[in-house]
């Protein structure tokens, strides 16, 4: 394209004009684009704070009230082998709680059917033989087709080793809701793998 300025009376040639448009469409049609993505909201990852438990008091536990804490969630069970666990866990929150630990049990059925009783039953077992003070979750299925929606995701996060095989399995969600990692059945509660990771998570909240 040629410019072609006119004959000195303001006239200017229509293909001139048409060139200078042709090369700035890209830029109009770039500018467009930024203007609308940066317009559009990005899509908000998917951590554990937007999903809701139920407490062991029967009234939701949303665990966003959580936020800031790193969170170790153990699916537990009153008549295992491993439910002596729970003097570990409650070790380990007083350990840690002034730090921002948030310890949370979450009792299921689903492995030996090892948790049989009720609401009631289940905390007051943990009180009286544990003096369990960390928070707990009421009845809970955390494997297969009907598990709660936390568990589902958790497991995605985890991948197939990762997703309960027994009770006492852990997760541990950091102080921004991300998935951290996972500990199997046996890892005790104060052994070195959990508290060292449970330092690191804590650190990386100040």
């Known amino acids: 394209c040629q410019a072609f300025e006119g004959d000195g009376a303001g006239v200017r040639d229509p293909a001139a004009a048409f060139c200078r448009f042709k090369y700035m469409k890209p830029l109009l049609v770039l500018s467009f684009l930024i203007l609308f993505f940066a317009s559009v909201p990005a899509m908000a990852e998917t951590t554990a704070y937007d999903f809701t438990?139920?407490?062991?008091?029967?009234?939701?536990?949303?665990l966003a009230q959580f936020k800031g804490h790193p969170v170790l969630v153990v699916n537990t069970a009153s008549e295992c082998g491993y439910t002596p666990q729970y003097e570990g866990l409650e070790e380990l929150y007083?350990?840690?709680?002034?730090?921002?630990?948030?310890?949370?049990?979450?009792?299921?059925?689903d492995f030996g059917a090892q948790?049989?009783?009720?609401?009631?039953?289940?905390a007051t077992f943990c009180k009286i033989n544990y003096g369990v003070t960390f928070p707990l979750a009421e009845k809970t299925v955390v494997k297969g087709s009907a598990a709660d929606a936390f568990y589902v995701w958790a497991g995605e996060q985890a991948g197939p080793e990762?997703?309960?095989?027994?009770n006492f399995h852990k997760y541990l969600i950091g102080a921004d809701g991300r998935f951290?990692?996972?500990?199997?059945?046996?890892?005790?509660?104060?052994?070195?793998?959990?508290?060292?990771?449970?330092?690191?998570?804590?650190?990386s909240t100040k």
């Open 162 to 166: 990762g997703q309960p095989k027994w």
């Open 53 to 62: 438990l139920t407490g062991i008091d029967g009234k939701p536990l949303p």
């Open 180 to 203: 951290i990692g996972w500990f199997s059945t046996q890892t005790k509660p104060m052994g070195p793998k959990i508290k060292s990771a449970v330092e690191a998570a804590l650190s």
């Open 94 to 109: 007083q350990a840690y709680k002034d730090k921002g630990l948030v310890v949370l049990g979450v009792p299921s059925n």
């Open 115 to 122: 948790e049989p009783g009720t609401a009631q039953e289940i």
